[in-house]
């Protein structure tokens, strides 16, 4: 039974409170919406379903030496929902599923655990769920709370990870599989659904590995989750968060685009969030058209100095100058620093700002620059990890935990849950799991092998980057600039998909 | 007629471009959607009106100096519109009418110069409307445009000042009444309507008195703008621009509030856009409830130093680490620096954690605070400024530029458009103007007495702060959190009033 909600001068209140925390605080009239919006989901999901197996697979590289470090999982299949005349998945067991949020938050974590719980509640009536508190220090300490119907309501379409919160540790040393067997064994689970990013699910499939090795009854499924964009392959198209996070962000920049036109005498240097990759800045620059973008990436591969990089703005800028324009919008990613050797750990636009302005000082000496630059530094990052989810991502968070739901029922582990065909409507999404083991690789860290999900970084022959980079001439000198607007939840955009994703979807096709 | 727009992959561009800038780029969907937004207006402005005196007026203080600054202009009533059987104004005058943007942007003034037009378009056809450019300098140098219904169309409820943009120059001395006088008789100007903040609309009765004094027939209206919100009076309920601006920080403000209760580690200390008056902060405050509200006014009232700021701040620190909070969000007005005087023109919440770092490791020196600080900084500003208008901004605007219209068609000179009864449905509010010179007090200013409109300043007595002090220990202590979301122009709180005018509102009620 859901809580009842009082209404508080535009505000509603949640009254009954079986925990504090979220429920002891009050609800904005956009969030107390959102909660009992009627999430689409996919229409397999909607049906009896039953799950079908692909072929066997393989790895992302060195599939002799994966094989090696998972002789119980390698080669597993993939899987698939299919609607069925009856379900015909785990009959009629109870199952006790735990959950636990690995790592930096992203919009839509609670979707995952309402949908595995729905899951349990639709299909496999009188389970169990436990969400493991603070992110696997939770599993390993075997600090839960059991996640009921009340519980989860008030956070259903909201951001954040407060229902159980997250953390950044890691279950990966013998002692620490040992600690989350016992409280595998304590709970009785059967299986545990690991919400992370690429290191929280290697190290989910070497948990489901051991479990299996010792025959232990507990599996282990995975979500993908950062706003970094950076975990993806073929099957699993994008990670969750990555559309609410790039939609506020593109936000902001597109006000302080209309803003840099309106006052005409600013250079905004926006850094963004998105640690290693570049996924963040291209996907707001393809929505925002700003004047200078870097991407790290590319700045590797063209084994760019830092002073290519500035030397890159300041004649952009010059340019401008000469057309009248002195204002501008410059996006960095947050990631520079991993590009460029130089740059230590500090605020790079504002290390940028100063570079610029000394070397267009030089080019004032020299003659060839006579306008005045001033900077203004930004930083998009916390405002964006923890918005509310987009229609997207609120869909596509409940299909994987849903999904999550169906795979543990029917026995499978050592799967990341994968929804596909993501530019259709959300009715026509697939829903399945993809072996973890095929998204892996190997690298040599202190001298021992060791599996890794490879970070997707940004390919420079993919489909976004080379429509930004067929675009960004045209996009220094002229003012393209789009305001994106702030992301609704009802009528015109709110249904849209992330540029990047529409991008690549459509060059896979 | 409207230009014709092209669908492109989401993306409507604007086809035909009498003008460059922003007709030449390209919009988001949001921004499409809202061009053609069906606009609630004031009754009173959807049929034939005529215009009602008050009795005379007064000043808001030395109303003698005043009445010796304005001769011709001081004591003016306040007017009203009012429903007529048939329109009784100006009769068959075809005007010519110039429009000029002053100062910082504020979201909505394209649509005040919309309400102008259409004013002109539907009750004084064959009107001429220019736009001086770049802000006074354009009224003064005579740089202007004439504003057409192509030209303005892809403006409409659209954020930013670039249709005309605008500027800081000021019209004040004799030499610049001249040239402002020269514009006049060149475009042989029947009105101006100045759109600014508290400075512009003093120097925009200054002109009025000027013009009227030497029997010219231009007349001036000001129009209240500022996101800051200190231009108001009891005529005067808010300024244009910060419902929207203070909805944009709260949504980020919001956003960073789950982002701390979800990680658990951090403090952020959010500094606002807003200079002297702390009205944005408080706005936000009321809308978000964060642990710790610095209030500029109060902060000057108490004379509170740099250290009993620092020390406000890291008691509630420690009081909450008591609790196991080690997080927080702390909001901090610009203006913050007008007020400490130590203070000097540097990043306020930088120093401020600064502070709060070394007063917290004196204190676990002194064993009375165990648990570790991590401060984050962000300024909210340039963010706010340009967004798209809330619905409240756009109706508003619209508001005060048709009825800034009807002021000059019916003769009027040195008011300033005013809509009251804001909290009512748009419906229901009122359109009329008042006298400038009854919102005027005297300074001396390098030993002369100047006329200005006094900023209105957070009233510690006032409605909104007295509910912020009620509040504010438990907010500290507790977690009461509100995230508003992101603005809705559709569906539920896309027609909500901000706080801080429903309670100053009902408190006068």
Excluded at 30 to 40: E, K, N, Y
Excluded at 193 to 218: P, W, Y
Excluded at 241 to 265: H, L, P, Q, W
Aim: with cysteine.
């Amino acid at each position: 039974m859901a809580p009842s909600f009082v209404t508080n001068g535009g505000v509603a209140a949640v009254k009954t409170t079986p925990f504090a925390g979220r429920l002891a605080s009050v609800y904005s009239e956009v969030q107390t919406s959102r909660i009992d919006h009627a999430l689409p989901v996919p229409s397999v999901l909607r049906s009896p379903f039953k799950i079908v197996d692909g072929p066997a697979s393989s790895a992302a590289g060195n599939p002799d030496e994966i094989a090696k470090l998972f002789p119980n999982l390698f080669g597993q299949p993939s899987s698939m929902l299919v609607p069925n005349g009856i379900d015909s998945i785990g009959s009629d067991q109870k199952l006790k599923i735990g959950v636990v949020l690995s790592g930096g938050q992203a919009p839509g974590g609670h979707n995952v655990i309402c949908g595995i719980f729905d899951y349990l509640q639709e299909r496999a009536p009188g389970s169990t769920l436990y969400g493991f508190r603070g992110g696997p220090a939770g599993v390993m300490k075997g600090k839960y709370v059991e996640l009921t119907a009340d519980y989860i309501y008030p956070y259903r379409n909201q951001g954040g990870f407060d229902m159980i919160c997250s953390g950044r540790d890691k279950i990966e040393t013998p002692e620490q599989f040992k600690q989350a067997e016992e409280t595998a064994a304590k709970l009785d689970l059967d299986g545990l659904v690991v919400i992370g990013g690429d290191d929280s699910n290697t190290n989910a499939c070497l948990l489901a590995e051991n479990f299996r090795s010792k025959n232990l009854k507990t599996r282990v499924i995975g979500c993908p989750k950062t706003i970094d964009g950076d975990l993806k392959c073929k099957e699993v198209p994008t990670s969750f968060g990555f559309d609410t996070a790039c939609k506020i962000y593109a936000e902001m920049i597109g006000n302080v685009m209309i803003d840099a036109r309106s006052t005409g005498k600013y250079y905004h240097f926006v850094r963004l969030m998105g640690r290693a990759a570049s996924h963040i800045t291209l996907e707001c620059a393809l929505q925002t058209h700003p004047n200078i973008t870097i991407i790290g990436e590319e700045v590797a591969a063209k084994k760019l100095t830092l002073k290519n990089v500035t030397d890159y703005m300041v004649d952009v800028i010059c340019k401008r100058a000469e057309l009248g324009y002195n204002y501008g919008v410059i996006l960095i990613p947050e990631g520079l620093i991993d590009f460029i050797p130089e740059v230590a750990k500090i605020e790079t636009e504002k290390m940028l700002i100063q570079m610029v302005e000394t070397e267009l000082e030089k080019r004032k000496q020299e003659g060839s620059y006579k306008a005045n630059f001033k900077g203004q530094s930004h930083f998009f990052g916390y405002e964006g990890r923890c918005g509310l989810p987009t229609n997207f991502d609120a869909s596509y968070c409940y299909a994987l935990g849903y999904g999550a739901g169906a795979l543990l029922h029917s026995g499978k582990t050592g799967l990341i849950s994968s929804v596909g065909n993501l530019c259709a409507p959300v009715e026509e999404w697939t829903v399945g799991g993809t072996a973890l083991t095929s998204m892996m690789d190997v690298e040599r860290r202190h001298g021992k092998l060791k599996p890794v999900i490879k970070k997707a970084m940004v390919e420079l022959d993919g489909a976004p980057f080379k429509k930004f980079a067929s675009l960004r001439e045209e996009w220094a000198i002229k003012n393209c600039y789009i305001s994106p607007g702030p992301i609704q939840f009802a009528g015109p955009a709110s249904n849209a998909v992330n540029h990047t994703l529409l991008l690549e979807l459509g060059a896979q096709a």
